[in-house]
């Protein structure tokens, strides 16, 4: 097992059976180059998981609602589409690993054996918001889900799961290897 601190969270990943784009030497050569990256990917029951974590738990007092939803009308918030960019780019950079386009074959080398044919993804994005806007995340996830559809469908997905952290860590899918870090 290899052991993750990030984001107030702890992960036990499977030797192996795990990734993160950012340690990938074919990310690591593109990631200049205006693209971003879920943080985690693990293969578990036949399934590709990529988990994006993001807590704002400590931005209690400067974060509105405006922040993250958003609304008719007005521009995209910036950390709403951080995770369209963040969901995007991997899915873009696995169907490249998939297609065996140029870019798409050194992603693949390094991607792990099971992860280098394709697999049904499972996309979730997991947030930490402070207490006051956590009654926001259906409309986060609704609006995520709106601005993905046709990008996540090209890759057989039907949705995004957006979850807060107590969900998460409480999930049996994810218990025994995702924790609360302390």
Do not use: C
Request: glycine share 6%; aromatic share 8%; charged share 20%.
């Amino acid at each position: 097992m290899t052991i993750y601190i990030e984001s107030g969270l702890r992960l036990d990943l499977p030797d192996g059976q795990h990734f993160r784009f950012a340690d990938l030497p074919a990310y690591k050569k593109l990631s200049g180059q205006h693209l971003k990256e879920m943080d985690f990917g693990w293969i578990a029951g036949k399934k590709l998981f990529l988990l994006e974590i993001r807590s704002y738990a400590q931005m209690t007092e400067a974060l509105a609602v405006s922040d993250f939803v958003p609304v008719k009308g007005l521009p995209v918030p910036y950390r709403f589409q951080v995770l369209v960019e963040k969901v995007t780019d991997s899915l873009m950079m696995l169907l490249a690993a998939w297609a065996d386009s140029d870019h798409g074959q050194a992603i693949r080398a390094d991607l792990p054996a099971a992860a280098r044919n394709r697999l049904p993804l499972k996309l979730i994005v997991a947030v930490d918001l402070p207490a006051k806007l956590s009654v926001h995340l259906l409309g986060l996830r609704d609006s995520l889900n709106e601005h993905l559809r046709g990008r996540i469908a090209l890759a057989d997905v039907g949705s995004v799961v957006l979850i807060d952290y107590a969900r998460l860590v409480a999930n049996p899918m994810f218990n025994g290897f995702i924790k609360v870090a302390v």
